[in-house]
C-alpha cells in the first residue's frame, strides 16, 4: 500500500507525551504501517516512533543527538536533520516488515458545555463544537483544535469522545450547577511554563486586533521553547521584543526576534502601548 501523509505535517502524526499503554490502545486495532510519533518518558528529550507491524507495536526509539553541536535525530544506526526526513525515508524503507503507511486517526471530541477559557493558553469553545485530540498532556487537561485550525488547553470533563464515522448530536446540557469544574492549579503544558501574567482572553474566535497596523512590535509574556524538529517555531523568553508581521486567524503569528523569522501562538505576546514604544525607542 502506498505511503498517504506529509511529513512536514507535525500535527497528523506527532501525538505528544503518550504513555507506551495508551500508544498501544490507538495503534493495535489499526493496520499495518499505521504509526504515531510520541515523547519519551524515560529519556527526556528523545522520541519514539510507534508502528503497527504485522501482529504487534512496534516502539523505536529515535535520539536526539548533538555531534558537533548540530541537533541530529539518530533511530538504529541511521541519523537524519529532522523527524519529517526519518519519517520520509521510511515511507520507502522497511522498518522490520512494514513501511510507514499513515499516521493513526486522532481521537475526536464534542464539547459538552461552553468553556471561556481560564488562561491564555486555553481554547474556548461552545457547546456542540468538535475538537481534534493533539495531545494528551495530562488527566484533565489535553491540547486539542478546532476546525478553524486554533489549538489550545481544555478541560476533558467538558467533552464527550466520539467514536470514528458518528454523526455529531447536541446532548441536552445538564444545569449549569451541574458543570465539572476544571482542576485548579493545573501543571503547564509541556515546553511551556506560566509566569503568573495575565493576557485578555479572546471572547470570540477571532484572534486578530483590528485596530493594529503591522508591522508593530509586541512584548513576549509567556516563554516558550519550541520542539527542536519544529524548525518554523520560534523560542520565546519573557521580555523579548517580536516584531509581528502577520496575525493568522489560526493563531500562529508570523514575527521576527533578535533577527530570526518564524511563527509563534499569539497568546504568548501582547502588543506594546505608545508609552513603551517611546521608551523602547529612547
Not at 226 to 255: C, F, H
Request: glycine share 6%.
Amino acid at each position: 500500500m502506498e505511503a498517504d501523509f506529509d511529513p512536514e505535517d507535525k500535527y497528523s502524526w506527532f501525538f505528544g507525551m503518550l504513555s507506551r499503554e495508551r500508544t498501544n490502545q490507538i495503534l493495535e486495532p489499526e493496520q499495518s504501517g499505521v504509526f504515531l510519533v510520541r515523547e519519551s518518558r524515560t529519556q527526556v528529550g528523545d522520541f519514539v516512533l510507534c508502528v503497527k507491524e504485522e501482529l504487534r507495536v512496534s516502539h523505536y526509539i529515535i535520539n536526539r543527538i548533538q555531534p558537533g553541536g548540530v541537533t541530529r535525530f539518530k533511530i538504529g544506526d541511521k541519523e537524519f536533520a529532522d523527524i519529517p526526513s526519518l519519517l520520509n525515508f521510511y515511507k520507502t524503507h522497511y522498518l522490520d516488515t512494514t513501511t510507514l503507511i499513515r499516521p493513526a486517526p486522532r481521537a475526536k471530541l464534542q464539547c459538552k458545555y461552553d468553556f471561556q477559557g481560564q488562561d491564555p493558553e486555553d481554547l474556548p469553545f461552545r457547546r456542540g463544537d468538535i475538537l481534534e485530540v493533539i495531545s494528551e498532556d495530562e488527566e484533565e487537561w489535553w491540547t486539542a483544535r478546532n476546525v478553524n485550525g486554533q489549538m489550545g488547553q481544555i478541560p476533558v470533563r467538558y467533552t464527550q469522545p466520539l467514536e470514528p464515522n458518528q454523526i455529531p448530536a447536541i446532548n441536552n446540557p445538564r444545569p449549569q450547577d451541574d458543570i465539572p469544574q476544571p482542576q485548579q492549579g493545573r501543571p503547564a503544558p509541556i515546553n511551556e511554563y506560566r509566569t503568573g501574567l495575565q493576557l485578555q482572553q479572546p471572547t470570540t474566535t477571532t484572534t486578530v486586533p483590528i485596530q493594529v497596523q503591522l508591522p508593530a512590535k509586541a512584548i513576549v509574556v509567556l516563554q516558550r521553547i519550541p520542539s527542536a524538529y519544529d524548525r518554523r517555531q520560534l523560542q520565546l523568553k519573557i521580555g523579548d521584543i517580536v516584531t509581528v508581521s502577520k496575525m493568522n486567524l489560526n493563531g500562529q503569528w508570523e514575527g521576527t526576534i533578535n533577527g530570526k523569522e518564524g511563527i509563534f501562538p499569539f497568546t504568548h505576546v501582547r502588543f506594546l502601548t505608545p508609552e513603551e514604544l517611546r521608551n523602547l525607542n529612547t
